[in-house]
């Protein structure tokens, strides 16, 4: 790479011996012309990461804490049995319900025994009409008392299983509330769980910002490294705290890879979308950082090599936003460390 390098050098030099100074021609390194693009009015706000799915489960009977499985900071999936509650009173309320269902059985299917025997009787005429409804009446009511049965069963059966606490969905533990041993009665709060599958972002945006949001609805959050992700929706609050006068948005990211960095809690700036403008736009590779300067290799239109000092603006995957320096249609080097090289040795030809 060195050698041919060399050897386009020399050419170059060969060229200036033999032209003068100035003139257009070919040049050992890339270059392109800067132009203007459309790019994105925006506003970088400070906002807040925050979890979509964050509850707290709550006992929903009584009884005794007899294990807690999992601690703060632990990963739970979904399903996942978290904390065990003492069952004896709740098993006791199942086997009196079950019972209860077989008494109820037993008198249902003896009245409907009763029923279709009167039935069959009151059809030959030797039973009154008054029997017949009596016999129909205890039938509908011994039913009745079965399917009360049944229901008293069923809630018997949930409250037992309430005993078992369960995570409604794959998180992190971030706050345990309770101890083994201790007594919790319904709407106790047992543990404090997040999920870091599906994130947002919540800012506060000015009044007068807040008509052009509404218009284009688009945000990126800007992550430590320089990386955006653009938000999948934007939940706007219709109204405006009167102490601030702001508006509460949420920006809603789409499902993010666990090395993307974000986490709830975590300051993050965030770029809304006002409007759109026509930019200059001067690639990366072009530009060179020497300590306060900011500058680009132009050729001008008769050839010759310049090194002019630039002030850019926001750092876009295109390049650098150009706020002065430039003109459109100038053209500039792809590779300043060689167009560096290429115009020290044209100033010593030039000599």
Known sequence: MKLEWMKGAAAAV??????????????????????????????????????????????????????????????????????????????????????????????????????????????????????FDRARAARDSAQARL??????????????????????????????????????????????GISLEQLRVEINVPQQLIRDLRRHREAQVILDTDDRIPAESLTIFPYADPASNTFRVRVNLPELAEDAGLFPGMFVKTAIKLGEDQR??????????????????VIDPDGRIGFRQIRVGRELPEGFEVLAGLRQGERVALDPVHAGIFLKESQQVSR
């Open 280 to 297: 200059l736009v001067v690639p990366s590779e072009a530009v060179v950082f020497r300590s306060e300067v900011v500058a680009v290799y």
């Open 14 to 131: 060969a060229l200036l011996l033999a032209a003068p100074v100035g003139m257009a021609g070919d040049f050992p390194f890339l270059t392109t012309t800067v132009e203007r693009q459309t790019l994105m009015q925006e506003r970088i706000m400070d906002g807040r990461v925050e979890a979509v799915q964050r509850s707290t489960i709550s006992a929903q009977t009584s009884g005794r804490v007899l294990e807690v499985l999992y601690d703060v900071d632990d990963f739970v999936e979904q399903g996942e049995v978290v904390l065990r509650l003492s069952d004896t009173e709740q098993q006791a309320r199942v086997r009196s319900a079950e019972g209860s269902l077989r008494e109820a059985r037993a008198r249902a299917a003896e009245a409907r025994s009763e029923f279709a025997r009167i039935e069959s009787i009151f059809e030959e005429r030797l039973v009154s009409e008054a029997e």
């Open 147 to 192: 399917e009360s049965a049944q229901a008293a069963l069923a809630e018997a059966e949930e409250q037992l299983g309430y005993a078992t606490v369960v995570a409604p969905y794959a998180g992190i533990v971030i706050e345990r509330h309770v101890e083994v041993g201790e007594a919790v009665s319904p709407g106790s709060p047992l543990v404090t």
